[in-house]
């Protein structure tokens, strides 16, 4: 089970920093993603991290601006956003995958094995 927090209403300009926990022991084991989705838009990649957080990936929209980490030892992935604007007004999600083939992959929702139910983020101008 996926369950995010820290979704809220930011200004822009603005920073916030959501969480996703993970229940269960094999956390570890599971790539880690957040996606959003804004209203009448499809589900858009947003951030992808590797099992060791060794490796990251970036949608071009949000690379220079979010961070994603992850503590494999507290089941936390989170994503740091900042410097946000109106366009990234959406329903963040996190997601877990077993296997990943290249990082580039991690953009492709359809891998995913587990999805969280999402947090709102709205960015007011």
């Known amino acids: 089970q996926l369950v995010e927090y820290g979704g809220g209403l930011v200004q822009a300009g603005g920073s916030l920093r959501l969480s996703c926990r993970a229940s269960g022991r094999t956390f570890s084991t599971y790539a880690m993603g957040w996606f959003r989705q804004a209203p009448g838009k499809e589900r858009e990649f947003v951030a992808g991290?590797?099992?060791?957080?060794?490796?990251?990936y970036y949608a071009d929209s949000v690379k220079g601006r979010f961070a994603i980490t992850r503590n494999n030892d507290q089941n936390t992935v989170w994503l740091q956003m900042h410097s946000l604007n109106p366009e990234d007004t959406a329903v963040y999600s996190c997601?877990?995958?077993?296997?990943?083939?290249?990082?580039?992959?991690?953009?492709?929702?359809?891998?995913?094995?587990?999805w969280g139910r999402g947090t709102q983020v709205t960015v007011s101008s």
């Open positions: 997601a877990a995958v077993r296997q990943v083939t290249q990082i580039a992959t991690m953009a492709l929702p359809q891998i995913y094995d587990y």
């Open positions: 991290i590797y099992w060791s957080g060794g490796t990251t």
